[in-house]
């Protein structure tokens, strides 16, 4: 079974600042795709940024970024120049190739300080 | 992408009782799923639905408390039955879209109290 791994439940930044979440997972799957969501208080989904495994490089989306590595199975998340709206509950998931199943992480509570 | 629109957005119920919840998508999807979301914590996966056949429930998951309806392409209902407080949640739908169906949409979800 795949599981994801946040370790950190709550992060703080100051306004214009980098920040950079964590996120493991555990898997013995080749080929699968990771994510970040964003869920602000209005409770609504939004993907922010999403990695194929089969690719080497780390995707990026304006001032989103992932580091990816995969032999040590990791995927954390780095938000620059972070604005008061990245106020948020970041979930990190995962989903196998072929299987629509996402697996999601307990989730980081990120606030963004003015 | 999916538009997805969720009713209601949020409810207060009586223990005891079901609530079904509405999920219509703006486009033709073969899967639903739908998640619950317990306060502060994570999304877990209840079930996914495919148009025509019977929902495929996670561990921990069973038709009897959580029907659900696949009518058509586009719509999907989930009820939460025989309410007690610990079904107090958030419950979310979601469709896979996008280029090779990997990118997952959420509607705004619904927001149960059972008191």
């Known amino acids: 079974a795949q599981t994801v791994t946040q370790s950190q439940p709550e992060m703080s930044v100051q306004e214009a600042e980098t920040v950079t979440l964590s996120c493991t997972y555990d898997t013995s799957e080749s080929n699968y795709y990771l994510f970040w969501y964003k869920q602000p208080p209005s409770r609504q989904m939004i993907l922010v940024i999403r990695?194929?495994?089969?690719?080497?490089q780390n995707a990026t989306e304006n001032r989103f970024s992932v580091n990816f590595q995969k032999a040590a199975k990791s995927f954390s998340l780095k938000i620059s120049d972070s604005q008061l709206g990245d106020t948020a509950m970041y979930f990190c998931?995962?989903?196998?190739?072929?299987?629509?199943?996402?697996?999601f992480g307990a989730g980081t509570r990120l606030t963004v300080k003015p | 992408s999916a538009v997805i629109s969720q009713k209601p957005s949020r409810d207060i119920c009586q223990r005891g009782t079901s609530l079904t919840i509405q999920c219509q998508v703006d486009?033709?999807?073969?899967?639903m799923f739908w998640y619950r979301q317990q306060p502060g914590q994570s999304l877990t996966l209840i079930a996914t639905?495919?148009?025509?056949?019977?929902?495929?429930?996670e561990s921990g998951f069973v038709i009897d408390k959580f029907p659900i309806s696949r009518p058509n392409l586009t719509f999907s209902t989930l009820t939460v039955s025989n309410m007690s407080p610990e079904d107090s949640s958030i419950y979310l739908c979601?469709?896979?879209?996008?280029?090779?169906?990997?990118?997952?949409?959420f509607g705004q979800g619904t927001r149960l109290t059972v008191v």
């Open positions: 979601s469709v896979e879209s996008g280029r090779r169906n990997t990118e997952a949409f």
């Open positions: 990695q194929e495994a089969y690719k080497q």
């Open positions: 639905a495919n148009q025509g056949s019977e929902a495929t429930y």
């Open positions: 998931a995962f989903m196998k190739h072929n299987n629509n199943d996402m697996r």
């Open positions: 486009s033709q999807v073969t899967m």
